[in-house]
């Protein structure tokens, strides 16, 4: 079972509708009781990086969240901001994120970009992941969309299971143990897309 947190962000229904065309069982959860039995979690994410904190920190579900992913180890995927939240913190705001990558999240420096390269990064770009990474089984040479003027800075290189050309190379798809993050949004990058989101709920 697949289930979305909804804390009022993020394309909710377009994850739903991929998964019930896979015949996969998903869920939606909007308070901490219906995300309990989760087996497998998709935060999802848009806007500026606070307002998604406080979203989240405000809808009663952020403690059920850090004890099933930092304790009972479920799968998570966080996905665009829902990623960037998973750092210690983002030069986007002021708030603290949930810390569950050793990761910060870093505003794109446009004087190192060509004339034809500009704030947000929009539309669609190559990604280039890692032989090794189950978020990219079953694919050759994929593309995803994109939307973000930041980006995931990890630490630890290894956690890096990605990466995507945008005046310099950036972490695109991260994986901390049970913890995995998209830069881009699978839920709008057709077949591509709709791979990763299979791959994911098939984690054993």
């Known amino acids: 079972?697949?289930?979305?947190?909804?804390?009022?962000?993020?394309n909710i229904q377009a994850f739903v509708n991929i998964y019930k065309r896979l015949n996969i069982p998903v869920t939606v959860a909007q308070t901490a009781d219906a995300l309990t039995a989760a087996e497998r979690i998709i935060l999802p994410g848009v806007g500026a990086f606070d307002w998604?904190?406080?979203?989240?920190?405000?809808?009663?579900?952020?403690?059920?969240?850090?004890e099933l992913v930092l304790v009972k180890k479920?799968?998570?995927?966080?996905?665009?901001?829902?990623?960037?939240?998973?750092?210690?913190r983002s030069d986007e705001g002021k708030l603290p994120g949930l810390g569950w990558i050793d990761a910060e999240v870093v505003r794109f420096d446009e004087?190192?970009?060509?004339?034809?390269?500009?704030?947000?990064?929009?539309?669609?770009?190559?990604?280039?992941?890692?032989?090794?990474?189950?978020?990219?089984?079953?694919?050759?040479?994929?593309?995803?969309?994109?939307?973000?003027?930041?980006?995931?800075a990890a630490r630890?290189?290894?956690?890096?299971?990605?990466?995507?050309?945008?005046?310099?190379?950036?972490?695109s798809a991260v994986q901390s143990g049970n913890v995995f993050g998209?830069?881009?949004?699978?839920?709008?990058?057709?077949q591509w897309g709709v791979q990763l989101l299979k791959n994911f709920a098939e984690l054993t």
């Open 182 to 190: 998209t830069q881009f949004h699978p839920e709008k990058s057709h």
């Open 111 to 152: 004087a190192g970009f060509s004339q034809k390269t500009h704030l947000p990064h929009m539309g669609w770009n190559d990604v280039q992941p890692r032989d090794s990474s189950i978020l990219f089984n079953g694919m050759t040479s994929p593309r995803f969309y994109f939307l973000h003027s930041y980006y995931f």
């Open 74 to 88: 479920r799968p998570v995927l966080g996905v665009c901001v829902g990623m960037q939240m998973m750092a210690r």
């Open 52 to 66: 998604a904190m406080t979203r989240l920190n405000e809808s009663g579900m952020r403690d059920c969240l850090d």
């Open 156 to 171: 630890n290189a290894d956690e890096v299971v990605a990466w995507t050309d945008y005046g310099i190379s950036f972490a």
């Open 1 to 10: 079972m697949i289930t979305l947190v909804d804390y009022g962000l993020g």
